[in-house]
């Protein structure tokens, strides 16, 4: 259970690098409690779509990884990316991305940013 916590928490910040870095990575609401809550809930979302369905993805594409030496992580990334994106609007959350370029470098920003602090927070179970 704190596995899950700690990787919660490290994608919600994640995804407020990422936020706040692009402009067309959005987040809106009133408050910044409701923005925090917005964040954590987006976040759930994104580790069910890791979870749930790129490996799915992966196993499917898994020629173009090869093919590409692993660079076609970063695309695998940036329709999960989408995904959440497009699940939160069906979910009624305020958080959308635009445009296809913009999720692959939010993803980059996603994966070395959910990286460092996976380093630096504790991962017990």
């Known amino acids: 259970m704190k596995n899950f916590l700690v990787k919660t928490i490290a994608n919600a910040g994640a995804l407020a690098v990422a936020v706040w870095l692009l402009d067309k990575i959005t987040l809106t609401g009133g408050s910044t409690g409701k923005k925090v809550l917005t964040l954590i809930v987006v976040a759930l979302v994104f580790g069910l779509v890791n979870f749930l369905v790129k490996p799915i993805v992966q196993v499917l594409t898994f ?40 999720a692959v470098l939010g993803g980059l920003i996603i994966s070395i940013v959910s990286w460092a602090l996976h380093m630096v927070l504790p991962d017990e179970d």
């Open 63 to 102: 020629p173009l990884f090869i093919l590409t030496l692993g660079l076609f992580t970063l695309i695998v990334n940036a329709l999960m990316l989408l995904l959440t994106s497009w699940l939160a609007d069906k979910l009624d959350l305020s958080f959308h991305v635009e445009g296809f370029w913009t």
